[in-house]
């Protein structure tokens, strides 16, 4: 078992690299994640590699928190494709002698049928502690987009479809212009606000676009009920090779409006699938076996994500600790701390 630093070339072609991991792609692994999360967090990386197994190359981003070392954060990694890879990837943590994490925040790749995989991973490791989810994509709907358009349309429940029908006169747009950013703001914005969701501020989320605006690899697709009219509903729509995700969305709420959403989700789709994806990623919903749940924070979304497929899961994130005695320290007081501190500029922390 060996974790090491990435070498200069595989540091110049580092995100091919992620989007080869046996976990498969993940744009939260990519260079452009970690420059989003800079100078906050700063980026480390690394190659995990065992006999017998495909290297696995996980960017690990880290901040340091005086006086107890750094705590370490791998963002939807390490890309693993079952739980025994996993296992040998935190016991490279456990032996590193790479920083000083006395905590690691990970979000390993690894599926889950339900919650008891997950309680399993994490009563299998030592040190390994349960976190509350902090990246939505842990549990998601992908779509397939590799059969016909009618064959993908065809998947869809009747919600789905019927709305997609109904807003067949929609005018929908695929924009990068300046005025597009601050439509999708207020879409967003009020969306969020409606649905008592706690976001980041303007500025980061801006920031978030316009950094994939402009790598070639994002835009907005905004839609109005018909010709002439405002725009009322809008994605911000992420693609990279055979991949599409939803990454942000928000509708106004009125009559005009209602189900043009699923006409938004639709026509960036076959935007998708025409630049050569062959799977659509919904970004974002309760695990399957909460999704009856209406306490959970996502539980809004499940009756329109759902109507486009069934949820995919993973095991979730989760905290292993390296050093206790630190850990017990920094959970108790170091913790409640920094959220205090900076809270103004980022009410999420992480």
């Not at 998601?140 to 109904?166: G, N, W, Y």
């Not at 942000?248 to 789709?269: I, K």
Request: proline share 7%; aromatic share 10%.
């Amino acid at each position: 078992m060996t974790l090491r630093e990435a070498t200069p070339d595989e540091r110049s072609s580092w995100d091919d690299l992620v989007w080869g991991n046996p976990g498969g792609p993940e744009l939260y692994q990519l260079d452009s994640y970690a420059q989003i999360k800079a100078p906050v967090w700063r980026a480390r990386h690394l190659v995990h590699e065992h006999d017998g197994r495909p290297a696995v190359h996980a960017l690990y981003l880290y901040r340091a928190v005086p006086p107890f070392g750094e705590l370490w954060y791998c963002p939807m990694g390490p890309r693993v494709a079952d739980a025994d890879h996993a296992r040998a990837c935190f016991e490279d943590l456990r032996a590193t002698g790479i920083g000083t994490p006395f905590a690691v925040v990970l979000e390993p790749s690894v599926p889950a049928e339900g919650p008891q995989d997950r309680e399993q991973l994490i009563a299998s490791v030592p040190g390994m502690r349960e976190h509350p989810d902090l990246q939505q994509g842990q549990h998601t709907v992908l779509v397939d987009l590799r059969p016909d358009e009618e064959e993908i349309l065809a998947s869809f429940r009747q919600r789905a479809r019927r709305h997609i029908r109904k807003t067949d006169e929609a005018v929908v747009e695929h924009r990068t212009d300046e005025e597009a950013f601050a439509t999708m703001w207020t879409l967003y914005a009020e969306t969020m606000e409606r649905a008592g969701v706690e976001r980041r501020s303007q500025d980061y989320h801006q920031g978030i676009w316009r950094r994939y605006v402009d790598a070639g690899q994002g835009h907005f697709v905004l839609a109005r009920p018909r010709e002439g009219g405002d725009v009322e509903a809008g994605a911000f729509v992420i693609h990279r090779g055979e991949l599409g995700y939803y990454k942000d969305g928000g509708s106004l709420r009125t009559r005009d409006s209602n189900g043009l959403q699923y006409r938004v989700q639709w026509e960036a789709m076959r935007w998708c699938k025409q630049h050569g994806a062959s799977t659509y990623d919904m970004y974002g919903a309760p695990p399957s076996w909460a999704a009856e749940d209406e306490s959970h924070k996502l539980h809004p979304l499940v009756q329109f994500k759902t109507a486009f497929g069934p949820i995919t899961d993973q095991v979730g994130t989760m905290q292993l600790v390296l050093k206790p005695r630190v850990f017990r320290v920094w959970d108790r007081v170091g913790m409640p701390v920094y959220r205090r501190l900076t809270a103004r500029a980022n009410p999420l922390f992480y």
